[in-house]
Every structure is written in structure tokens, then in C-alpha cells.
């Protein structure tokens, strides 16, 4: 009964944190255009399109519906990107950088998402790994990018902390992007290190 109990609970918190983590930079309100959230946020129109490839209308917004914007955290503008991909990338492995973000496999996924926030990092995950400052688990922050070895000591993937327990990443063909739990079985067997490249 009591594990019963204990698994119950971290569902739970686990749901709770990935719904938590769902929101973007800003939540569409009665009357916003993206032209006057552009305004409000002092960004071009253009961009502010480029950054929510998930809506599909531009001139139906729904009351609630969050909306991806450049703000003074990039972090947070980065992780809201990422998320905003999740209906919108498929995974291709060995996809060409330029057809990120709607085909990516994980390294050109973020090589995508970063250089949208005018962070370049290099193609491969072997080479992100080794691009910025390395981090231990233990002190990842949102943005930092996580790498992952299946063999144990070659990096055959990479992923984004998003805080809170969670990671985002265009995992493979069968899932595309997805958030996990930095507490996973997968996660925790393969996870080598961290990158802070902001």
C-alpha cells in the first residue's frame, strides 16, 4: 500500500511539474493581435512570428493561448521556444541544420533553438559538448544543455534543462520532442554532463 501511495505522489508531482512548466513568456488576452503583443514586447512582427511556429492562424488567437516572446531571460525564452516545437519538429537523424526546426535530430534542434537567441554552438552533440562551461548534475540551471552517452563514454545526445526536475529534447523518430524528468531511468543511466553556453 504504502509504495501504491508513494507512486501515486510522484505521478502526481511529476504531472504538476510538467503542467507548471508548460506555460510560455506571455498568455494571449481578450483582443491581443500578435501584432500589438510584438508592440508591447518591442519586437518585430517577423521575429515574433518566427518564434510560435505553432500558431497556425496568425489572426486567431484564443483567449489563454501562450505565446513565445523575447524578454530579458533568455533561459526562459529559449525553454519556451523549445516547448513551442513540441507539436512542431519531427525528428530526422542527420537532418540538415536548415530545415530545423520542423526536421531536426537533437543536436541540430539546438543548434537551432540557441541560435535563435544569438547563441551559436556547433552541429554535432559531440561537439556541443565541449562548447561553453561544463556543469555537474547537480548544479544544472534552465538553458543548460545536458549530454548523453548510450555507450557510457561517447556523447550520442543532447537535451535542455528546463528546471523544476525537467528536460526537453527531440529524442528520436518514435517520440520527437518530448519533456522528461531528469529522474528517469534512461536519464539517469546515460546522462554524462552539462554545458552552461548562456
Known sequence: MKKRIGISLLSLALTFSISASASAGYQVQKGDT?????????????????????????NQLNIGQSVVVRTPNKANDIIDYAKALETQTKYVYGADFTLAPYQADCSSWTKHIYAKFGIQLPRTSGEQ???G????FKDMQKGDLMFFANNGKTISHVGIYMGNGLWISNLNSAKSV?????????????????????
Do not use: C
Open 133 to 136: 562551461t561544463s556543469i555537474k
Open 129 to 131: 559538448a565541449h562548447t
Open 34 to 58: 500578435l501584432g500589438n503583443i510584438a508592440w508591447k514586447y518591442k519586437m518585430n512582427f517577423y521575429d515574433l512570428r518566427s518564434l510560435n511556429p505553432q500558431i497556425a492562424n496568425i
Open 178 to 198: 518530448e519533456i522528461f524528468t531528469i529522474w528517469g531511468p534512461w536519464t539517469q543511466q546515460k546522462f554524462m554532463w552539462a554545458q552552461r553556453v548562456i
